[in-house]
Antibody
Framework: QVQLVESGGGLVKPGGSLRLSCAAS????????MSWVRQAPGEGLEWLSY????????NYADSVKGRFTISRDNAKNSLYLQMNSLRVEDTAVYYCARDPNPPTGTRYFDYWGQGTLVTVSS | SYELTQPPSVSVSPGQTARITCSGDALPKKYAYWYQQKSGQAPVLVIYEDTKRPSGIPERFSGSSSGTMATLTISGAQVEDESDYYCYSIDSSGNHKVFGGGTKLTVL
């Protein structure tokens, strides 16, 4: 069965950096687009970034563009999110999600990990 | 920036039909997707491409879309359907991927 397991969250000071990882199993990772989505405490969902199966196409939400970098290692079945210049408002649970890459070309998410909490505070 | 608007809350009694709406200017041309999120858990896809139901999702969940509004319908809502529900779609350019603000469904 599809499994996505995030790690790397924790407490970081404003201006600091953190790298999140997502370990995928139960499917052919290299066939799928992947995304990161976050949820601030008590708030709704916010899409952050996606990466194509070959890493040739990458897109970011305006809120993280220039600060966050998505990447993947298909040999390791892993997705990453490098987060720099972190702000208090980046505090959230960060989810990795699989994108089924449908023929429509519309990005969406069919499986999600359980998330990892990132807290940005001094 | 693009926005999807959902009612903050919907309440029904067990066995009744719950309808959760999502409005957005691009919905006449873009698909809507619906996610269920129970407290403390990850979201689960319940409807994709307006009307399609993933395997394993009960038949009481259905979706529709007309004009600028998409609707998630839960026919014969059960207590276990109490969750937050989020719609998701993209803007007309395809560049902005947006979730609605979420609707808390209460079944009691």
């Amino acid at each position: 069965q599809v499994q996505l397991v995030e790690s790397g969250g924790g407490l970081v000071k404003p201006g600091g950096s953190l790298r999140l990882s997502c370990a995928a199993s139960g499917f052919t990772f290299s066939d799928y687009y992947m995304s990161w989505v976050r949820q601030a405490p008590g708030e709704g969902l916010e899409w952050l970034s996606y990466i194509s199966s070959s890493s040739s196409t990458i897109n970011y939400a305006d809120s993280v563009k220039g600060r966050f970098t998505i990447s993947r290692d298909n040999a390791k079945n892993s997705l990453y999110l490098q987060m720099n210049s972190l702000r208090v408002e980046d505090t959230a649970v960060y989810y990795c999600a699989r994108d089924p890459n449908p023929p429509t070309g519309t990005r969406y998410f069919d499986y999600w990990g359980q998330g990892t909490l990132v807290t940005v505070s001094s | 920036s693009y926005e999807l608007t959902q009612p903050p809350s919907v309440s029904v009694s067990p066995g009744q039909t719950a309808r959760i709406t999502c409005s957005g200017d691009a919905l006449p041309k873009k698909y809507a997707y619906w996610y269920q999120q129970k407290s403390g858990q990850a979201p689960v896809l319940v409807i994709y491409e307006d009307t399609k139901r993933p395997s394993g999702i009960p038949e009481r969940f259905s979706g529709s879309s007309s004009g600028t509004m998409a609707t998630l319908t839960i026919s014969g809502a059960q207590v276990e359907d109490e969750s937050d529900y989020y719609c998701y779609s993209i803007d007309s350019s395809g560049n902005h991927k947006v979730f609605g603000g979420g609707t808390k469904l209460t079944v009691l």
